[in-house]
């Protein structure tokens, strides 16, 4: 058993050590959990390290064999990370860590079967990310979906049942797409280890049959990612679920759909996908001043969190509609740095809810002045939202833009209005909060204790960090980045 | 000592960095100590300075970010004209640190105002050693989040908020520009290089097209950051916070940025002559219309942020009429001579407790140190001869006579009058007539704030001779040896507009005097003669209406179409989706009878029909 | 002895199954049914013992095959009229159209 799968698997211990603390016992059960988070998070540091230092060897073991005809399928169960998913995995890793952290402050009832569902949802995750081929990908990515429902469902908000509904729905319909996708591919290839994959679509050129799985995946991913008429289901997720929840699912679940697109969208097709380039592009632009626009009248502080994840989601898809090396790279940035901020963001947001038991902007005012430290740290989340300098945001937006001008300035030049409304929105709801007189309606609250500090800090350091120093991510995405280009033909 | 020249800008990011981490425990010292520590920059900024009248430049670079083949790096450039900024910030940050000791006493959150202001002078002092196009772009977004906290810094109080969020919008909407402009840019020149920039453009590789689009894109990130119309609205309302940081950020350092963006990318513009008319049209539009609304308004704080403005404007003009040393030079004045009048109303308002100049007067008998102060910011302000304002601004004008341009002249030539006009208007109201009763106790000045307006004001009286005719034009060689690309030749100044400099600024005073001083001339005559127009002024031409009426509606139009498209289109969508699969699986729900005999019919029937299937193609 | 041919066995199974599967899935009556999968699995029965005498590689696997058969389908049978009998006891009926519980 290789390193990668020991990576994948490792939640499982969490996942069976937590049934053997009693039910009840909840200061137990919340050590045992965080500190089982941190196995996961050890190999994930392990990965990212030897990633940087030298290959990773694949896991491969033949699993399926069958035979169809004249031809022969074999299936192998093989796991291998490039640069990109290295870094996902990390960020899956902090992420999961930080929400079953948040877990102790905000889930009140069978505590224990939370967690066992966090780990299992973090078992699909990380092997979404480490899968070395489609058929993988896709079982871990169904994975992903069942505990998703059952902790929307269960600890959820008000509206939780309809909510997860949507949720699989949508989801479902994304993965059926993608199975019909993968199983072209599957027939077409003969294989779904992603490296054959790329070689055969780049030598085999059959452009009608390429088109039709690039806007297949296009679709799959674009639910997930979300984009513009199919996001509906992600607004109700991220105002319905429990905080923890919404941390991972911001954090890490959305960055699903833009490693999709771009490792098996790009990667695969790159011919198909410049075709694409212009519906991509327009499509990122409504995501961007939709989501902007909307964020900018909403009510309610999750709704605005939301939307703007919609609008963030545009500036992967104006990335990857530049194809080119600035473009992509500040897709994958951005993947990374909103998974970031939207765990920052949702982090505040329910040490928040949990002093005025109301995330609606109406009620909130003047916060700043007896919890300082949380309106501070609100204001980190939004500047970085916006994309100052000196955090992710900034490298990422200015990557694609970057990007962006050179192939289709005029969408560039427009993308820029959603850059100015993200600052509107974003200063509107956070200085709306934290500014302005305290109306005293929620008692002598009192400000972030150490145990929602040290997270916090820890996501702002990793902001500022990639924000100081980008090249951190760059170089090790360098290769990815390279092979893409090849493909596109740059 | 110069190999080290970035720690310039992290000796008060550690000021920063060390206040907002014990702000609590560091209320009583913060002050000390991070003046301390401006002082330190300064001290060290000086050294810098000292080495590079010797060696002229100073490049570092290190590798920052690699994108693909291209590398882009961050670094450290000091020139002449970055080193004189360098100077100048270190030593404004230092005068207002020690000014705050003495302002912010007695406020609860005295660390985070010394945090903020850390934070902000090292921003700007990045700001003036980048020497690429994207660390200053980065920089410049990171002075306008100092100006926007310490804008804020009263967050308890809405207007403050209003103003801080203006701030940060309008300049934003600036630095679109710039951002766009220099991503153009690179595609021209694959570099962010100032050097290999200009180097490109020198070397005429550029089409004129779209040097002038890329040249007006970055004057729409100057005219964000200065202030100037149509994009001032916010420079007015940032009045909101702490009167030293109007004098620092708001008067003498980061609006002048922008002035300072056109300085460095001089070579874009020279090479433009359509894109230099923009910038003087703009730039004289700006210092008449800014001087006309000072003119008329109540607040201590708006005459002198309006007449910011104006002097911004005056800069900019300069620029736009190949008047680079003359830009530079009245930037180089006006920090000292603007930064000083702030300062000194800053000790009225601490004196006084309200900003209303209606409710003040005769203040000149108690505050003997401020009253001069400010009279000597006043007169340099508005070119008194022998005051450092005089020689800028005359230069200022001769460069645009020089350069042909007779309807901005008569422009400049307004405003300047104007300015001596409202700024004297001020003194009047402020410090001479009677003093009114609403006032009752006038608290002292403490030393801290008199000593920086001290200083302030020899600088405000004799930095102009850093560059006359009459002596030596040090300002100028300086500047030239650093920027290649311009033209040597000096212009005579003609020497009847001496004379016409002069009869503007006392012309002003004069009329002041015997309006406000004086009252022989009765305002209110003028008031009613002209209503209109009046109103039109005390409502700054009504600019933030139209904002208000046209670009916020529209976006606040636009979002709540798009929530109904969001309620009705997506929504309907989302249950037309939702309602298709629940009812297929209401449908799949009724095969399920639970019979289980029709389950058995149903199996068997499957079964015969694989069996015929395979009878009928006779096996595999 | 050896004249009835295999055909003949594999006919009556055939019947034998077709009357069984007839009855299982139309009768009303539970016990029917039962009785009528009994005689499906003896159907079975018949074929395994006569492939074991007269298949195509003939040997005795077949009979045991069959012992297995009735054992299990007497152990069937047991588990079945238990339910049925607990069935009984709640509906008070053993009409299989009442057994419709697993739609639920």
Redesign the interface.
């Given at each position: 058993m290789g390193l990668l799968s020991l990576l994948v698997f490792s939640p499982i211990v969490g996942f069976i050590i937590l049934f053997f603390i009693p039910k009840h016992d909840m200061k137990m059960l919340h050590k045992i959990a965080l500190a089982a988070s941190f196995i996961p998070f050890l190999f994930g540091l392990l990965v990212f390290i030897l990633f940087k230092t030298d290959e990773i060897p694949a896991d491969i073991l033949k699993w399926i064999e069958f035979e169809a005809g004249e031809k022969s399928f074999v299936i192998h169960y093989e796991l291998a990370v490039d640069g990109f998913s290295t870094i996902l995995i990390f960020l899956t890793a902090i992420i999961m860590s930080i929400a079953i952290l948040a877990g102790s402050f905000h889930v009140k009832k069978d505590i224990r079967m939370f967690y066992q569902l966090m780990f299992l949802l973090e078992l699909g995750v990380l092997g979404v990310f480490a899968s070395g081929n489609l058929f993988l990908f896709f079982i871990f990515f169904e994975i992903t979906l069942i505990p998703m429902f059952l902790l929307l469902s269960k600890w959820g908000g008000t509206d939780r049942e309809e909510s997860a509904f949507h949720y699989l729905v949508y989801n479902g319909i994304g993965s059926l797409i993608l199975l019909v996708a993968i199983a072209a591919i599957f027939v077409s290839a003969g294989s779904t280890n992603f490296d054959t994959v790329m070689q055969h679509f780049a030598t085999n050129e059959n452009s009608g049959l390429a088109l039709g799985i690039a806007i297949a995946l296009l679709l799959a991913f674009g639910i997930k990612l979300p984009i513009f008429p199919l996001h509906s289901w992600m607004v109700k997720v991220h105002v319905d679920a429990p905080i923890p929840v919404v941390i991972v699912h911001a954090g890490v679940l959305l960055k699903i759909g833009a490693y999709g697109l771009i490792t098996f969208g790009i990667g695969f097709f790159p011919v198909a996908f410049e075709k694409l380039v212009l519906v991509l592009a327009i499509l990122g632009l409504v995501n961007l001043l939709y989501g902007a626009y909307l964020a900018l009248v909403q009510k309610e502080l999750r709704a605005v969190l939301a939307y703007s994840s919609i609008s963030h989601m545009g500036i992967i898809l104006l990335g990857i509609a530049a194809l080119n090396e600035s473009g992509i790279q500040g897709a994958i940035f951005q993947a990374v740095s909103h998974g970031l901020i939207a765990a920052l963001f949702f982090l505040l947001v329910g040490s928040l809810a949990n002093r005025t038991n109301t995330t609606s902007l109406k009620k909130l005012s003047g916060l700043a002045r007896l919890t300082p430290l949380l309106a501070g740290f609100l204001l980190v989340a939004a500047l970085a939202g916006l994309g100052l300098p000196g955090m992710s945001g900034f490298v990422s937006e200015f990557m694609v833009f970057l990007g962006l001008f050179e192939q289709l300035p005029w969408i560039g030049v427009i993308g820029t209005l959603g850059l100015v409304l993200t600052v509107v929105y974003m200063l509107r709801v956070v200085m709306n909060m934290t500014f302005g007189t305290y109306r005293n309606m929620f008692g002598e609250i009192k400000d972030l204790n150490v145990y929602e500090v040290v997270p916090t800090l820890v996501l702002i350091i990793c902001i500022i960090g990639i924000g100081v120093f980008p090249n951190i991510i760059a170089s090790t995405i360098q290769l990815t980045i390279e092979t893409l280009r090849l493909g596109i033909g740059g | 000592m110069i190999d080290y020249a970035w720690l310039v800008p992290v000796i008060p990011f550690l000021s920063f960095f060390i206040l907002i981490l014990f702000r609590t425990k560091m209320q009583k010292t913060s002050g000390l100590v991070a003046t301390i520590f401006s002082g330190l920059t300064l001290i060290y900024a000086i050294v810098i300075f000292g080495q590079l009248i010797k060696r002229q430049t100073y490049l570092a670079e290190w590798q920052w970010l690699t994108i693909g083949t291209v590398d882009i790096s961050f670094g450290v450039l000091l020139n002449p004209l970055n080193g004189l900024m360098l100077l100048l910030v270190a030593f404004v940050s230092f005068l207002i640190h020690l000014y705050s000791i003495g302002y912010m006493d007695g406020d609860k959150r005295t660390s985070v105002f010394f945090a903020y202001l850390g934070l902000f002078t090292a921003a700007m002092l990045g700001l003036v050693m980048s020497p690429n196009l994207l660390q200053f772009y980065m920089f410049w977004e990171l002075v306008g989040l100092g100006s926007f906290l310490l804008i804020g810094f009263y967050f308890y109080k809405n207007s403050a908020k209003k103003a801080a969020k203006k701030a940060f919008i309008m300049t934003r909407i600036g630095d679109m520009g710039l951002l766009i402009g220099l991503i153009l840019l690179f595609w021209q020149t694959n570099s962010f290089r100032f050097a290999d920039i200009s180097e490109v453009i020198l070397a005429g590789q550029m089409e004129s097209g779209m040097i002038t689009l890329i040249a007006i894109l970055i004057l729409i990130g100057a005219i964000g950051k200065s202030g100037q119309f149509p994009l001032h609205t916010w420079l007015p309302d940032a009045m909101e916070g702490p009167t030293p940081v109007s004098a620092l950020i708001h008067a003498a350092t980061m609006v002048a940025a922008g002035i300072y963006l056109i300085a460095v990318m001089y070579p874009l513009y020279m090479a433009s002559n359509v894109a230099l008319a923009i910038v003087a049209s703009v730039g004289a539009f700006t210092a008449l219309y800014a001087a006309t609304i000072g003119l008329v308004q109540d607040d201590i704080k708006q005459v002198l942020a309006y007449s910011t403005i104006s002097q911004l404007g005056y800069m900019l003009l300069a620029m736009g009429v190949l008047g680079y040393t003359a830009g530079i030079f009245h930037l180089f004045t006006h920090a000292f001579f603007k930064a000083l009048l702030f300062l000194a109303a800053g000790a009225v308002i601490h004196a006084v407790h309200t900003q209303n100049i209606k409710q003040m007067g005769g203040l000149s008998k108690k505050m003997k140190v401020t009253s001069v102060t400010f009279l000597i910011g006043a007169l340099a302000i508005s070119g008194f001869p022998l005051l450092s304002g005089f020689f800028s601004k005359e230069e200022i004008l001769a460069a645009v006579w020089a350069n042909g341009q007779y309807g901005l002249f008569v422009i400049a030539i307004l405003a300047a009058f104007l300015t001596s006009l409202y700024m004297f208007r001020l003194f009047f109201l402020v410090f001479e007539g009677e003093s009114k009763k609403t006032i009752d106790k006038i608290q002292p000045t403490p030393i801290t704030m008199k000593i920086p307006m001290i200083v302030l004001a020899f600088f405000a009286i004799f930095s102009g001779y850093l560059n006359t005719s009459w002596f030596e034009t040090y300002l100028a060689d300086w500047l030239a040896s650093g920027a290649t690309f311009l033209s040597t030749h000096h212009h005579e100044t003609p020497l009847w507009l001496f004379f016409v400099t002069i009869l503007l600024s006392v012309g002003g005073i004069v009329l002041a005097y015997f309006i406000y001083g004086k009252k022989r001339i009765n305002q209110e005559d003028w008031k009613s003669s002209f209503p209109g127009v009046h109103t039109l002024l005390k409502n700054k031409y009504y600019i933030d209406e139209f904002y208000q009426l046209t670009f916020v509606k529209a976006t606040n139009a636009i979002g709540t179409f798009f929530t109904y498209v969001e309620k009705y289109i997506i929504q309907l969508c989302m249950t037309f989706v939702k309602d298709v699969v629940q009812s297929l699986s209401k449908t799949g729900t009724k095969t399920q009878t639970g019979q289980t005999q029709t389950y058995g019919a149903v199996a068997f029937l499957g079964l015969v029909l694989i069996v015929a299937f395979y009878v009928l193609k006779g096996g595999y | 002895m050896s004249s009835v041919p295999l055909q003949a066995y594999l006919i009556v199974a055939l019947i034998l199954f077709c009357i069984g599967?007839f009855g299982?899935?139309?009768k009303r009556n539970t016990i029917i049914?039962l009785i009528c999968i009994e005689l499906m699995l003896n159907a079975v029965n018949l074929n395994l013992v006569a492939f074991s005498k007269f298949g195509a590689s003939a040997n005795i696997t077949g009979q045991v095959f069959s012992l297995f058969t009735i054992t299990i389908a007497a152990a069937e049978v047991a588990v079945g009229m238990a339910i049925l009998i607990a069935f009984y006891r709640n509906k008070r009926t053993v009409n299989?159209?009442e057994?419709?519980?697993?739609?639920?």
């Open positions: - | - | 599967l299982a899935l139309t049914v299989i159209d057994m419709n519980t697993l739609k639920e």
